[in-house]
């Protein structure tokens, strides 16, 4: 056994006994803000456990379906807190009421998340944040309007600011408006009749977008309703749905619209990148290893990578390493995440290749 081989077996070791603190963002909730009238640890510790279920709510709004996340609003705070890997209080102090106030950051276990999805049969989204760009047409009383005096053009960034600023937890997407373009403002009036028909690849204000929306506001027979038609990561879906009227402010009717459009496109969102963790699929997959960091390299970045469950090493020589993968989710997804941490991946006859960019 050379010098080199033996190395591997040493992080080989290291690796499988260690107990791994995951970067996997998407289990941890940052900022949960807490506070109550306590001097005495046992009230603290109350405050903590108010704390988790706050962050569970949180967690499983923005990673579940919206019907998949209500069903799970009731799950009891022992069984939430069995959820919880760690938990930091980042900032603690006493305001002039003498309530004590707490900002804690919680990291939830992936694994025990994962078996508590699976025993209540749902799945959840693997996301990350994304930028959308957006084109809101607002049509009433036969009137179309695209940029100028329309209310969700002009009011929309406004809005999401708002959500912003009340929640310090990250917002699943956000907007960039479209910009005004003649050509848009011609096409689109052209097709005011059918405008659920519109070919977005016809959209000049979409051409150097690379995720984008287009969105209809409307009114019919006194009915407030919407449409949208996203083009996310080379997939078009389109949905229809209902918005309220608020009887009191028009003003509210079209916010209101505007965080219930916002909903519709988490849904859309979400749905394009549910993972059913009942169903774990398995990959072999053959690292090039020109020096011994380069196999810790691949092994933390399997680490990183939530939908990947487990790895264990096939072969071992030199020069590679046969490795499979337990993951879970779309063998593209997968993919995809390798080579955005700098791995390269080849494929030849249905064996996969992978190596330091």
Do not use: H
């Not at 912003?164 to 403002?185: C, F, G, P, S």
């Amino acid at each position: 056994m050379n010098k080199f081989f033996f190395i591997f077996c040493i992080i080989v070791f290291l690796i499988k006994t260690q107990t791994v603190f995951s970067n996997n963002l998407i289990y941890d909730v940052n900022n949960i803000e807490v506070r109550a009238k306590t001097n005495n640890d046992l009230g603290k510790r109350k405050l903590i456990r108010s704390a988790f279920q706050k962050a569970f709510i949180i967690f499983i709004d923005k990673t579940l379906l919206k019907d998949d996340a209500i069903s799970l609003y009731k799950t009891k705070l022992d069984t939430i807190e069995d959820l919880v890997f760690a938990y930091q209080i980042v900032k603690e102090k006493k305001n002039n009421e003498k309530e004590i106030i707490l900002s804690i950051n919680i990291k939830f276990d992936s694994k025990k998340i994962n078996d508590f999805f699976a025993e209540n049969k749902v799945s959840y989204a693997d996301v990350s944040n994304i930028s959308l760009t957006l084109l809101p047409v607002f049509i009433k009383e036969k009137d179309i309007f695209i940029f100028s005096e329309n209310f969700f053009y002009n009011n929309w960034l406004k809005v999401q600011n708002k959500i912003v600023n009340e929640n310090k937890n990250d917002m699943l997407v956000t907007y960039n408006l479209a910009l005004e373009n003649i050509e848009d403002v011609q096409y689109i009036s052209s097709i005011k009749e059918n405008l659920e028909l519109i070919d977005l690849k016809k959209l000049n204000s979409f051409s150097d977008a690379e995720n984008y929306v287009f969105l209809i506001i409307y009114f019919l027979e006194n009915n407030f309703k919407g449409y949208v038609k996203t083009f996310i990561n080379g997939k078009e879906v389109d949905k229809n749905f209902n918005l309220k009227i608020n009887s009191e402010s028009k003003i509210k009717t079209y916010k209101q619209a505007i965080e219930k459009t916002k909903e519709e496109i988490d849904q859309i969102w979400k749905s394009q990148n549910l993972i059913d963790i009942n169903t774990p699929s398995f990959l072999d997959l053959f690292l090039e290893i020109k020096k011994p960091s380069d196999y810790l390299y691949f092994l933390n970045i399997f680490r990183s990578i939530n939908l990947i469950e487990n790895y264990s090493v096939l072969e071992m020589t030199n020069k590679n390493v046969k490795i499979r993968l337990k993951y879970k989710g779309k063998i593209n997804k997968l993919r995809d995440k390798l080579l955005v941490e700098k791995i390269r991946i080849k494929i030849e006859d249905n064996i996969w290749k992978a190596a330091i960019k």
